[in-house]
């Protein structure tokens, strides 16, 4: 049974880094056929997929476009997790952010969610 | 990016009875592979979404059969045929046939 388990601070400071890490249990984020997403999710944009990575005889990453020049998505095979930082951030980032293994052109598993609020 | 429209935004139903929720993608979602990857998902209050059909009308393990999936192209359709008191929440279309993978705005299903 695949499980994502995340963990990460719920406040961040304006113009700060949010991070936040996934751990993986079940799969591996070095699957040849999973990639692992990173979705956020706010009453005045709804779910927004951010980016991924993933392994295909190399690593990887995809980012939206509206993020790509503050956005970092890294695995860490030793522990079976990946990450999301996402620089300079605004209270337009405030947001319920999941990570997500995507699968058969879809998210089948998701993390159980991390409130992040940007306020100083 | 394909833009996924769903309608109703809300859809009020009695226990027992059928609930439809319709979902239109801005491009055809016919992969170069030939499948279509739509996918529909459930959100309950304070939960997660949680997968319960892809492809189009492939359940996913465990989804009752009151839940079936239908369509082609661009337009898609998720029938619930008896609503349940727990089928309360919000669901979501999805297209995985292009990057950036895109999300309709919801639709909340609320008993009557």
């Known amino acids: 049974q695949v499980q994502l388990q995340q963990s990460g601070p719920g406040l961040v400071k304006p113009s700060q880094t949010l991070s936040l890490t996934c751990a993986i249990s079940?799969?591996?984020?070095?699957?040849?056929?999973?990639?692992w997403s990173w979705i956020r999710q706010s009453p005045s944009r709804g779910l927004e997929w951010l980016g991924r990575?993933?392994?295909?005889?190399?690593?990887?990453?995809d980012y939206a476009v509206f993020v790509k020049s503050r956005i970092t998505i890294n695995p860490d095979t030793s522990k079976n997790q990946f990450s999301l930082q996402l620089n300079s951030v605004t209270p337009e980032d405030t947001a319920v952010y999941y990570c997500?293994?995507?699968?058969?052109?879809?998210?089948?598993?998701w993390g159980q969610g991390t409130m992040v609020t940007v306020s100083s | 990016d394909i833009v996924m429209t769903q309608t109703p935004l809300s859809s009020p139903v009695t226990l027992g009875q059928p609930a439809s929720i319709s979902c239109r993608s801005s491009?055809?979602?016919?992969?170069?592979?030939?499948?279509?990857?739509l996918s529909w998902l459930q959100q309950r209050p304070g939960q997660p979404p949680r997968l319960l059909i892809y492809t189009i009308s492939n359940r996913v393990s465990g989804v009752p059969d009151r839940f079936s999936g239908s369509g082609a192209g661009t337009d898609f359709t998720l029938k619930i045929s008896r609503v349940e008191a727990e089928d309360v929440g919000v669901y979501y279309c999805?297209?995985?046939?292009?990057?950036?993978?895109?999300f309709g705005q919801g639709t909340r299903l609320e008993i009557k």
């Open positions: 491009q055809s979602l016919v992969h170069s592979d030939g499948n279509t990857y």
């Open positions: 990575t993933y392994y295909r005889s190399k690593w990887l990453n």
């Open positions: 999805m297209q995985g046939t292009q990057s950036p993978l895109t």
């Open positions: 079940g799969d591996s984020v070095s699957s040849s056929s999973a990639t």
């Open positions: 997500a293994r995507q699968l058969v052109g879809t998210f089948d598993i």
